[in-house]
C-alpha cells in the first residue's frame, strides 16, 4: 500500500481531512487536480490600486473569451484572475434556458482561498428539517453529533463573531466580534424594537481578530482590515488550506501532495468491497498513473465528487461508483440569491469608520422560527447586508463635475443600508448533476451536465424575502428604498452547491452513512458539499469543515481497529 | 518565451484593430485618423489630438485645486492604455464616441474647439454634457466617467493626497467622529 489514506481535493473539506489524518498519525496524500500554489508569495495582497494590472479590471475581451461565467463573481478581479478556471477549458452543459452558475478555481486551497469566509452552525432545526416536513431524506445526525466538532473547527480556524443564544443559529467558539458600525447599530436597535423576533448581529467570519497560541504557531497573525482577502492573505488572517490546514498537516511529517493530478476515477474490488486505486491523469502529460490507500477520501467539491462517483463504472457499479442508491448526482441544491434591498439611511453626516471590515451584518433566519411561514412555505432565509458610506464612485450616478466634484467625493457620501437574502433550497431528485454520454473534455473525461432550477417553494422564499428586506430598512427609517437586484440569478451563484451524495439512514435512498461513509463501499468517505442532505440557509463551509474532521476521526478509528 | 512572443502578437493585432475602429469612428470629424497611418500601428489608441481633447475633459472633470488634477495624475494617459490593453473595440468606438461628442457639445454652445475655449467655457460645456448623459443613464458616458475617475482616485496622488488609502489599516474602528478620520476612503465600497 503506498499510502494509508489518500485524500482528493484540497479545498476546504479536503484540507480539513488531510489535517486530521496526518495528525492521527497516518501517512496521506492529497491530490489536487489544479497548480501548486506557495502561500503568501502567489498572493497579490500588498498591490496598491494604482499598481494592480488594469487597476483591478480584467480586459473586456479575456473576459468574455474565457471567463464569462467566473467573472460573475463579485470576487473575480484582475488580482484574483489565478483563482478561476477559464471556462473557455474547462466547459459544462446546461439545458437550453436553464443556467448553473458553476464558480471554482483550480490550484492547491481551491475556493479555500476565495470563500467569502461566512461561518454559521447548522441547528437542529436544519438538521431535524427534511423529517418534519418531509422533503428529501431525514439527515441521520443532529446537532449533539456535531457540536463538539464544531468546537474544534471553530477553535482551529479562528471565527470572530458574537454569541446570541438563538436555537436556530447556535453560539460557538468566538473569538471577539468586529464591531457594528454608527448605521448598522441604529438598524438593530430600530428593527429590534419593531421587530422582537428579529435579531442583528454581526457576520461571523473566519477572519482572526484575536490570534491564539494556536494560530499564531501556524504562521498567522490578526486580520489586518484591508478586505482584500479574495487575493489571498499574507497574514493568514483568514482561514484557508494554505494559512491552516495544509501546514498543520504537513508539520506532522505524514502528507504527502500531488498536484495536476485530475482523478478520473476510482477502482472496485467487489471481493473485498474496497476501492483498490485511485486513477490519475496528469493535468499537462496526460499521462495516466493510479494510486492506492487503505482509505480514501473525497472531497473534490459538490459537482466534481459527483464527477468522478459516476465516471467509475464497474460490472458490480453500472452506474457508478456507490450509487445502488441512483442518488449520485441528485438532489443538487444552492441557495438562493438575488433578494434583497438597498436604502438612504438619513443622519450620522459627522460619523465615519476607520479601516475595512471584512464582514456585514448578519439576520438570523425568522421564518418558521420565531415567526411562522403564513402557511405559504417552508423553510427559510437569513440576511446578510451592512452599512457603509458609499465613496467616489457613486459619482457615476451623479450629475456634477470640476472642483465642484472633487471637494463633494472629499467626503464619504450618505449612510445607506444594504441587506440581501440567502433562502434555504429543498432537495430535489430531479435537480441533477449527469456525465454527458459522448462529449468530453481536453483529457477524454465525460463533460458534466448540470440541471437544476428553483422549485415553488424557493420562488415563494424569494419572494417573501426580497418584500422583508424592503421593509425591514423602510420600519428602521431608511429613505430611497429601492431593490438591490434586478432579479433573481440562477442557481449556482451563492457558490454553495451541495447535495448530490447525500447522508441518510437508508442505503436505498442516500449515498453515505451517518459518518460520512458510503453504504456501498465502506473505505470510501465523502465529506464536501456532495454529502449534504438539506441545505439549510446559512453559509455552508463550516458544517464541511466539522463533517469532514469528525468523518476523518471515524476512519482512523476504524484503521486501528483493524476495521477497515 | 514562446507565450512572450506570442503575446506579443496578439497585441500587435489588438492595436491595428483598435487603430482601424478608430479611424472608423471617428472619420467624420476632424480627429479622423487615416486607418494604415503608419505612425499608429506601434502607436497610442488616440490620435495626437484625441489625446489632446482627452486630456482637457480629464482635467476639466478634475481640475487642480489644492491637490493635483487629472493631468498631473497622469489619467489621460491611463485612458489611453486602457483603451489598448483593457478595452474591447466597442469600448473604444463608445469612449472615442464621448470625445466626439463632447467636441460637437462645444461648436453648438460658443462654436468653438473644447481646445480652444478658455477653461471657464469647458466646465460650462462638460457640466452640461454630464448633466444630460447622468440623467440619460448613457452607459458609454458612465464608463467613460468611470475611467476618469478610477484613473484619478486609484493613482497614487489621487488614493492618498486627495483622498484617503490605507494599504494595511490595521484596526478596525466602527463609529468614529468624521474630524478624527479625515476624507473619504479611496477604496471601493468602504
Redesign the interface.
Known sequence: MDYDAIVIGSGISGGWAAKELCERGLRTLLIERGRRVTHKSDYQDFAAPWELDHRGQVPEDEKRRDYAIQSTCYAFNSATKQWWVKDSEHPYLTPEGRDFLWLRGYHLGGRSLTWARQTYRFSDIDFGANRKDGHGVDWPIRYSDVSPWYDRVESFAGISGNSEGLEQLPDGRFLKPMELNCAELDFKRKLEDRHPSRRVTIGRCANLSEPTAEHIALGRGPCQLRNVCERGCGYGGYFSTLSATLPAAERTGNLTVVTDAIVESLDYDHAKRRISAVRVIDTHTKQRRSYQARVVFLCASTIPTAQVLLNSKSDFFPNGLANSSDQVGRNLMDHVHGMGAIGHVPGFLDRYYYGRRPTGIYIPRYANVTEDGRGEYTRGWAFQGKGERPNWDRALDMASVGAELKAELREPGPWQMVLFGFAEMLPRPDNRVTLHASKTDTWGLPLVHIDCTFGENELKLAAAADQDAKAMLTAAGCTNVRALFPRLSPPGTSVHEMGTARMGLDPRTSVLNRHNQAHDVPNLYITDGSCMTSSSCVNPSLTYMALSARAAHHAADLLATGEL | METGSSEKLNRRALLAGAVFLLGGAAALTRFARRPGDPAAADGPALSAEQFSLLEQVSE????A?D?AGAIAAGVPE?IRE?LV????RS?RVEITQVLEAIEQHAWRKFGMSFLEMPAERR?VV??EF??AR??AHEGAY?KF??LV???Y????VG?TH??R?????????????????G????????
Open positions: 476639466t472633470m478634475v481640475p485645486t491637490t491611463f486602457m490593453q483593457w478595452g474591447s469600448t466646465l462638460l457640466k454630464d448633466a447622468i440623467a458612465r466617467k468611470w475617475l478610477i484613473g482616485y486609484h493613482s497614487e488614493a486627495e483622498l488609502f490605507e494599504l494595511v489599516p490595521g484596526a478596525w474602528r466602527a463609529c468614529l467622529p468624521i474630524t478624527e478620520v476624507r473619504a476612503s479611496a477604496f471601493y465600497g468602504n
